[in-house]
């Protein structure tokens, strides 16, 4: 079980982590009818458009309060009303969520008593569009805690407790670290069993990259209000990732009863949730699930050969970090380095001996040595220099297509994965030459008679 | 806000080579050139993010973002501004500062960074940005990085364009405003020659530098620095030495093209590498200052003769695609890029230019492209993603080149679509570039996936008869 250690360094350097209202604004693109907006300068929302942009090639919303230094100074009240109503005339979405960032977060705006005040002075307008906010600053946590804060955030302002269970509505909360594939994956297993899945957020409806009928502003699809609302009336809530503890705890707090996966990559992992899905719905796992099943356990079979024995150095977000170790070590790799965003309880639980939070030059130099590593896109200058294939995983993949459908959940996601990292090793299998095993000097010395000069080989006449 | 960043934006709006700022009157250049945000419907990068796209291009550089993740987290190795050497403008480097740094200050943390920095990557300078956050809490980035210079005999250089004082554009003239002050005229150069040049304003995107320069080279004329794209810490330092710039046209450097005329005698003209035309312009213009400030006549002749071969050898490649692409309608929207000198290239291919953007044109662009496309010309001033979305679904264009932003309006219309933003991956620059970006047109439109993807689904198509 990991040591965590915190990095020492004064300067990070190949940034590993992303910030917290980046992942806030990325929950809320999983709900429908949406427009994120971040409380900060436009450079804050520029950047981070950009880099979901890049990821996913889809256009993304997501506003700004334009705060500048003088409205910064003198409080941002203004500039969110302004924004409010700006987003209400243009796009008229059903929610306006709102994150802070380091710069008002700096400033101590206070967002919950602006909203209250703003909300008053415009309700018919406002009528129509909720708004919901989640404090955000740059400088604390990363990109997982901002989608927890948000989730949380979300949960607080809209579930109230319910009178009665829908039958057979099963809640999902999703960490950051799943990938609209992976949603729907879920969505598909609680389906088989004929219960009907929740999911908030559900960006596998907005970021799947689908092709709408019109031109929306707001987001194209996800999670509705009455989604989150209805979290209340679940008969179970399934919760996957450390990260989604707090929001699940919510949810038990107005008397659901919530499960918390902390990953759903692997045999084992999934297992659990099938175990769930069987008692929650009285139903014995179909047919195509046990075959699905098997087929894992013979990608098992038939990737240990490629995985066994293989040093991989991960970087990456700790639920992503701690669902994509224990596959290698599951696999018979070593996690020979392990370096993460965030601070969470899972990190001990890695299957490594320490865990670093840190930065992509700390995760190079611990990976020198390995086989693989295991990060998103930025590591790519860093495997260049080691030399060694970079596996893709997390946002942002700026410079592959396809992110939004790499699926590593359940038997067939697990299935997949090892496939495709047994091919990733077997793409890079070193060739031998004449000289990849010499003797040391001491061994030639030896078999030269312990002679230090060389013994002539007679030669044999025919 | 800090003395010396106000002093400097004002400074930079006072720009009189700007011809956008002397047709102000007083009053509105007082205001500046940045137009008022509009919370909620506003859309680019902060002053920070322009200052770091002005400079990261010099390569060898270390570049410190000082401020919280978001800042450098969000956005590190994202633009394809290409090296022929050093790496190191492609490592992230920032303070990453926590809540006790916002606290109790940041500016150990940042003297400490460049420490590491120099002790670890050796480079030869490093470039310190400030953010929003470390400016709001007065972290004195300027004192640092001073007393750092002292203490590691490295040049050690603040850029001081927290994202909160305005747009990307105001970031690119304070960046600039840093080599001003920090960076140009600090070395000389082993040698001079008469063909010395600087090249201000141009970030070699893809490489499209490397477009222009086999042309310069065949002439003998050198490139002393180019600021700031494949650019070197030295060569820019040397920089004052050229005998004559080129200040390329999207003006996001006029104050280094004003300012070394000033203080170094330096003349320059502003002029364009995209169309054919504005590269022979700007070949002639390159000549005419060289050999105003000295150099031997013969190279007029030379350019000329030059200009000759490479024009003709153009225009044969691209009336190639003549048959293909008559009549196909384009729908221009750039932004930094002159529109008037893509259009003149697109109609030279036999392409109908529908509209163009003129967001940033000046008075004369306009009147430019008037004279290309006609009194008619469909000029756009700001078009909204919804407008773009119909004109396209209403096929009244075949094919949209713009920039990223509008990508996926063009995509999910099921419509062509060229990027010619600076995210872009190809090239465009030169008598090159323009072939490229006439066969990129032909290659993108003509793709075969186009028709397939609108063909209907079965389910959307009426049930015509039993099939036996």
Redesign the interface.
């Known amino acids: 079980m990991a040591i965590v250690l915190d990095s020492k360094?004064?300067?990070?350097?190949?940034?590993l982590?992303?910030?917290q209202?980046?992942g806030a604004c990325y929950a809320f693109l999983g709900l429908s009818s949406t427009m994120p907006?971040m409380h900060?300068?436009?450079?804050?929302t520029?950047?981070?458009l950009?880099?979901l942009?890049?990821h996913f090639?889809?256009?993304i919303p997501m506003?700004?309060?334009?705060?500048?230094?003088v409205s910064?100074?003198l409080g941002g009240m203004d500039?969110?009303e302004?924004?409010?109503?700006?987003?209400k005339k243009?796009a008229n979405p059903a929610l306006i969520a709102i994150a802070s960032?380091?710069?008002t977060e700096?400033?101590g705006d206070d967002v919950d008593g602006y909203l209250h005040l703003i909300r008053a002075k415009h309700a018919e307008t406002l009528a129509g569009s909720e708004i919901v906010y989640v404090s955000t600053?740059?400088?604390?946590g990363?990109f997982q805690d901002g989608w927890a804060a948000a989730v949380k955030a979300l949960i607080a302002a809209f579930v109230t407790p319910a009178d009665t269970r829908v039958a057979g509505r099963i809640g999902v909360l999703p960490g950051a670290h799943l990938t609209p594939a992976d949603l729907e994956e879920v969505r598909e297993l609680i389906e088989t069993f004929g219960l009907h899945p929740v999911l908030v957020p559900d960006l596998s409806r907005s970021l799947d990259g689908h092709?709408?009928e019109?031109?929306t502003?707001t987001t194209l699809g996800g999670a509705s209000l009455g989604d989150i609302r209805g979290l209340a009336a679940c008969e179970h809530v399934i919760a996957i990732g450390e990260q989604m503890r707090g929001a699940a705890e919510r949810l038990e707090a107005v008397g659901v009863p919530c499960t918390l996966f902390d990953r759903l990559t692997g045999l084992t992992a999934t297992d659990a949730l099938v175990a769930l899905l069987m008692r929650l719905s009285g139903q014995p796992a179909p047919a195509r699930l046990k075959r699905q099943r098997g087929q894992l356990v013979d990608a098992m079979l038939d990737g240990h050969f490629h995985l066994g024995g293989k040093r991989v150095a991960i970087g990456a977000e700790p639920d992503l970090l701690f669902a994509l170790a224990s596959l290698i070590h599951e696999m018979g790799g070593e996690v020979a380095a392990a370096v993460t965003t965030t601070h969470s309880p899972v990190l001990t639980r890695v299957p490594t001996p320490e865990v670093l939070v840190g930065?992509l030059e700390d995760l190079e130099l611990r990976a020198i040595g390995c086989d693989l590593l295991l990060t998103h896109a930025?590591g790519r200058?860093a495997a260049a220099r080691l030399n060694i294939p970079l596996f893709r995983a997390g946002i942002p993949q700026?410079d592959r297509i396809g992110a939004a459908h790499q699926l590593s959940v359940g038997y067939r996601g697990t299935r997949d994965l090892i496939f495709q990292l047994a091919n990733t090793f077997i793409a890079h299998l070193h060739a031998h030459g004449p000289d990849d095993w010499p003797l040391p000097a001491e061994a030639r010395a030896a078999a030269q008679g312990g002679a230090a000069t060389e013994n002539v080989i007679p030669i044999i006449p025919v | 806000?800090d003395a010396r960043v106000s002093a400097k934006i004002q400074s930079v709006f006072e720009e009189p080579a700007c011809e956008h700022n002397q047709n102000k009157d007083e009053k509105a250049r007082k205001k500046g050139c940045t137009k008022q945000?509009?919370?909620?419907?506003?859309?680019?990068?902060?002053?920070?993010?322009g200052a770091k796209i002005a400079l990261q291009p010099i390569a060898d550089v270390a570049h410190?973002v000082h401020?919280?993740?978001?800042?450098?987290?969000?956005?590190?190795?994202?633009r394809n501004s290409s090296t022929s050497g050093p790496?190191l403008y492609?490592?992230?480097?920032?303070?990453?500062?926590?809540?006790l740094?916002?606290i109790y200050g940041g500016e150990?943390?940042?003297f400490?960074?460049?420490?590491?920095?120099i002790e670890?990557y050796d480079p030869p300078a490093v470039f310190v940005y400030q953010t929003?956050?470390t400016?709001?809490?007065g972290d004195d980035i300027e004192a640092v990085c001073k007393r750092a210079a002292e203490k590691f005999g490295t040049p050690v250089v603040p850029v001081n364009a927290?994202?909160?004082?305005?747009?990307k554009n105001l970031g690119n003239k304070l960046g600039a405003e840093a080599l001003l002050d920090y960076v140009i005229g600090t070395v000389e150069p082993e040698v001079t020659t008469p063909y010395d040049i600087n090249i201000i304003g141009e970030y070699n995107l893809a490489g499209e530098l490397w477009q222009v320069r086999p042309l310069l080279d065949a002439l003998g004329i050198r490139v002393l620095a180019c600021i700031s794209g494949d650019g070197r810490y030295k060569e820019v330092a040397q920089s004052h030495r050229a005998r004559a710039a080129m200040m390329v046209c999207s003006k996001s450097m006029i104050n280094v093209a004003r300012k070394m005329e000033d203080r170094y005698g330096i003349p320059f003209f502003e002029g364009s590498f995209y169309g054919i035309e504005d590269m022979s312009d700007t070949l002639r213009n390159l000549a005419r200052l060289l050999v105003e400030r000295g150099a031997p006549a013969d190279l007029l002749a030379r350019t000329e003769a030059l200009i000759a071969v490479e024009e003709k050898r153009a225009w044969e490649r691209i009336a190639v695609y003549r048959p293909r692409l008559e009549g196909k309608k384009v729908l221009l929207i750039t932004g930094g890029v002159k529109s008037w000198s893509v259009v003149a290239a697109l109609q030279e291919a036999g392409l109908e230019v529908v509209g163009t953007s003129v967001k940033k044109s000046t008075k004369e662009d306009k009147e430019k492209i008037k004279e290309i496309m006609g009194e008619d010309a469909h000029m756009i001033d700001d078009m909204t993603?919804?407008e773009m979305?119909?004109m396209l679904r209403e096929a009244r264009a075949d094919i949209m080149l713009s920039g990223?932003r509008s990508?996926?309006?063009a995509l999910?219309?099921?419509m062509p679509w060229l990027d010619i933003n600076q995210?872009r991956h190809y090239a465009y620059a030169g008598y090159e570039g323009m072939v490229d970006l006439v066969r990129e047109i032909s290659k993108t439109l003509f793709n075969p996936m186009w028709e397939l993807v609108r063909v209907p689904a079965p389910w959307d198509v009426p049930a015509v008869g039993e099939v036996c």
Request: proline share 7%; net charge positive; charged share 20%.
């Open positions: 360094k004064a300067c990070a350097v190949n940034p982590k992303m910030s209202p980046l907006l900060g300068s436009q450079g804050c520029s950047f981070g950009v880099l942009v890049r090639k889809e256009a506003q700004t309060t334009a705060m500048n230094e910064t100074i500039n969110i302004q924004a409010v109503l700006n987003i243009r960032t380091g710069l700096t400033k600053p740059d400088f604390v990363a092709i709408p019109d031109f502003p930065d930025h200058q700026f | 806000m945000l509009s919370p909620g419907a506003a859309a680019g990068g902060c002053a920070f993010d410190l401020g919280p993740i978001a800042c450098e987290g969000n956005s590190w190795d994202n790496q492609r490592t992230g480097f920032t303070t990453d500062i926590g809540e740094d916002v150990k943390r940042l400490k960074s460049i420490r590491e920095i670890k929003c956050v400016a709001l809490i927290p994202g909160f004082v305005g747009p993603p919804r979305f119909k990223g990508q996926f309006v999910k219309a099921k995210e």
